[in-house]
């Protein structure tokens, strides 16, 4: 099940491809965290890939494992460890050469229960973990050989980070599922017994984005589902499947989720780990 450093370099010749492997966290974590996931790429081509984050309502906690491997749309290279918010539209990145990623994908709530930070500060932003706390978690994780140890880390360190006052995270949480669930915002005020500015303080402070956002990504979500299958007849048929008003707001959408069309993202990206496709020419 390990994919070590060295046997990335023993496999070089062998094969050609990008590997993406989930894991489920443990018990105490499954509130907060959706999984812990590696994505490597053993074969060191020369060429510059282009990949895209696409919205999708998920905050995580980023570790790549050697620096200047990932490079923003304005060239600029991404931190080794960090935290990503909530992001309302996608973003690129490059790389070139092999490469190895870890992360967890957390709950929309997540970064508010893990670095008890108003999740807002963080909307479309990545953030250095050291810039938020102090801790030794980057030089275990430096210095851990086997993947698994380097899971265990990320997963103690999120563990070691529990919040004691789960009140309101609960509440937001929820509110989540109940969005994913395809419940109105007028649905969740009266199931929560809250006004709307409440609601909507609550989604700013514990989410990081407004509930009607997070609908408009959860709705675009279940479209890009479909779309992946190939379980639909035509845009038209997708874009009422997926609860939007005609194919004209379906495909606003889209392209300010993924920014691009259903046909070219179907035509020119290959996607290894969800919401993260490499897009060929």
Request: aromatic share 14%; with cysteine; proline share 3%.
């Amino acid at each position: 099940m390990t994919t070590t450093n060295l046997e990335c370099n023993t496999f070089v010749r062998k094969v050609i491809f990008m590997h993406y492997r989930a894991y489920l966290p443990e018990v105490a974590l499954s509130d907060y965290v959706h999984s812990f996931w590696v994505l490597e790429d053993c074969v060191d081509q020369s060429a510059i890939r282009d990949f895209t984050i696409i919205a999708d309502g998920v905050p995580a906690l980023i570790y790549q494992e050697t620096p200047d491997l990932f490079y923003d749309d304005k060239g600029k290279s991404m931190d080794q460890f960090y935290v990503y918010g909530q992001f309302d539209s996608y973003t690129k990145q490059q790389v070139q050469g092999s490469f190895r990623i870890l992360g967890a994908y957390l709950k929309p709530i997540g970064i508010k229960a893990f670095f008890g930070i108003d999740a807002h500060e963080f909307k479309n932003k990545n953030i250095k973990v050291e810039d938020i706390l102090s801790s030794d978690v980057f030089e275990k994780l430096q210095a851990a050989f086997l993947l698994e140890h380097k899971i265990a880390i990320l997963s103690q360190f999120l563990l070691d980070r529990l919040p004691k006052d789960t009140g309101v995270l609960k509440k937001a949480n929820y509110a989540c599922s109940l969005i994913i669930q395809g419940h109105s915002v007028v649905d969740i005020q009266s199931e929560l017994g809250m006004s709307e500015r409440s609601l909507e303080r609550l989604f700013r402070y514990q989410v990081g984005m407004s509930a009607k956002m997070c609908m408009r990504i959860a709705r675009f979500q279940a479209s890009l589902t479909l779309l992946r299958t190939g379980d639909y007849k035509d845009l038209t048929w997708l874009a009422y499947s997926s609860n939007y008003y005609d194919q004209s707001h379906f495909i606003r959408d889209f392209k300010a989720f993924t920014g691009t069309t259903p046909r070219d993202y179907k035509a020119h990206s290959q996607e290894q780990l969800p919401n993260f496709p490499e897009w060929k020419k």
